[in-house]
T-cell receptor, first 114, second 112 residues
Framework: DSGVTQTPKHLITATGQRVTLRCSPR?????VYWYQQSLDQGLQFLIH???????AKGNILERFSAQQFPDLHSELNLSSLELGDSALYFC?????????????FGPGTRLTVL | GESVGLHLPTLSVQEGDNSIINCAYS??????FIWYKQESGKGPQFIID?????DKRQGQRVTVLLNKTVKHLSLQIAATQPGDSAVYFC???????????FGPGTRLSVLP
């Protein structure tokens, strides 16, 4: 158990809908990262938040957004969902904002768009 | 559990043998590298890391080798055990940033 929690574990929805994925980092970690893992694209970095502020953006679509709240939990919002958004979404946390800090991954949320 | 990368390259080794998993990275400016292990149905788990000012780093039963000349990274697992069966990813980043680029992964299968 990494100490990072993600809810829900599974999510099934229809095209065009909007969903919110939630992540709680390990106690004491200030950074939260979101990743998408699909069969054809592998593991891709989406976005990084540190202590409530966005720090880095990766391959995140404009239909996706995220935020980190004062209690340090984070939410990833996916809107106007398409079939291709079906994937595993992982959240990870680390102590710092940069440097060689180990990232601890949560168990993931499996999103299926029908 | 969920299937990750159904068509990943697979390395099959006998239990007790040593395993070598290779990774070619793309960015010559990358200065920090991590190997992750992902078991079925779980998130990636940190195994070992290495900075670009090193060419070898050892952990418990694992060794990472870095060849910056040819942009190649390898993970060696000694005395491979059934619990080592998983998908292994290398990840690279530049300026010690947290925006990691992950390799496609290699599935390690340990045969009894």
């Amino acid at each position: 158990d990494s100490g990072v929690t993600q809810t829900p574990k599974h999510l099934i929805t229809a095209t065009g809908q909007r969903v919110t994925l939630r992540c709680s980092p390990r106690s004491g970690d200030l950074s939260v990262y979101w990743y998408q893992q699909s069969l054809d694209q592998g593991l891709q970095f989406l976005i990084h938040y540190y202590n409530g502020e966005e720090r880095a953006k990766g391959n995140i679509l404009e239909r996706f957004s995220a935020q980190q709240f004062p209690d340090l939990h984070s939410e990833l919002n996916l809107s106007s969902l398409e079939l291709g958004d079906s994937a595993l979404y992982f959240c990870a946390s680390s102590v710092g904002a940069g440097g060689p800090h180990e990232q601890f991954f949560g168990p993931g949320t499996r999103l299926t768009v029908l | 559990g969920e299937s990750v990368g159904l068509h990943l390259p697979t390395l099959s080794v006998q239990e007790g043998d040593n395993s070598i998993i290779n990774c070619a990275y793309s960015n010559s400016a990358s200065d920090y590298f991590i190997w992750y292990k992902q078991e079925s149905g779980k998130g990636p788990q940190f195994i070992i890391d290495i900075r670009s000012n090193m060419d070898k780093r050892q952990g418990q039963r694992v060794t990472v080798l870095l060849n910056k000349t040819v942009k190649h990274l390898s993970l060696q697992i000694a005395a491979t055990q059934p619990g080592d069966s998983a998908v292994y990813f290398c990840a690279e980043t530049e300026n010690y940033g947290q925006n990691f680029v992950f390799g496609p992964g290699t599935r390690l299968s340990v045969l009894p």
